[in-house]
């Protein structure tokens, strides 16, 4: 059992490159999320999923979209990286009132 | 103003003592409080979770709620250097969950 599990790690993009921060959980929940953590801001939401075919926006979501595509797996993608999108990204996942985290993937936009 | 306030810190402790965090929310619905820990470099874990006013224990935790005031806090009894983290303050109101920046604490031997 795995819980919730983040590719890549780290990465570092140019301005202007596109990527996909892929996520996967395997404790069966429906519900799935995207945050950004940067110093002194917390944790914002970007988009969720609150089931299979379902995507919403959340508090700052201008430049990322998203897919679910399937149960198991929340993708977060970038169609055209900024430097204000560096950050840490955490994908969770929820049973009731407990949010679930994977490790994170730091991304650098130069 | 921010949804969801906290001292950013850091707040020294020795080891031994009483860490004392608070956190306080603008959303007077709110129904839901969490604190979660989270080490340097890796992720939130939930640690506590309170949704009625007073106290709720779990060993070493304490979480304290006061709607009216709108403030929430958490304790850390008998602090172990394994307690230095970063804690973080989450709020849900109708269906969103807030999260403050955190207070940093640092226990020192």
């Known amino acids: 059992n795995a819980g919730v599990t983040q590719t890549p790690k780290f990465q570092v993009l140019k301005t202007g490159q596109s990527m996909t921060l892929q996520c996967a959980q395997d404790m069966n929940h429906n519900s799935m999320y995207w945050y950004r953590q940067d110093p002194g801001m917390g944790l914002r939401l970007i988009y969720y999923s609150a089931s299979e075919g379902t995507t919403d926006k959340g508090e700052v979501p201008n430049g990322y979209n998203v897919s679910r595509l399937n149960k198991r797996e929340f993708s977060l993608r970038l169609e055209s990286a900024a430097p204000s999108q560096t950050s840490v990204y955490f994908c969770?996942?929820?049973?009731?009132?407990?949010?679930?985290f994977g490790p994170g993937t730091r991304l650098l936009v130069l | 103003q921010k949804e969801v306030e906290q001292n950013s810190g850091p707040l020294s402790v020795p080891e031994g003592a009483i860490a004392s965090l608070n956190c306080t929310y603008s959303?007077?619905?709110?129904?839901?409080f969490f604190w979660y820990r989270q080490y340097s470099g890796k992720s939130p874990e939930l640690i506590m979770s309170?949704?009625?006013?007073g106290d709720k224990e779990d060993g070493r935790f304490t979480a304290q709620l006061n709607k009216a005031s709108q403030y929430v806090s958490l304790l850390i009894r008998d602090s172990q250097p394994s307690d230095s983290a970063t804690y973080l303050c989450a709020v849900r109101g109708w269906g969103k969950l807030q999260f403050g920046a955190g207070t940093q604490v640092v226990v020192t031997p």
């Open positions: 969770a996942s929820r049973l009731q009132e407990t949010q679930y």
């Open positions: 959303d007077r619905g709110s129904q839901s």
């Open positions: 309170i949704y009625s006013n």
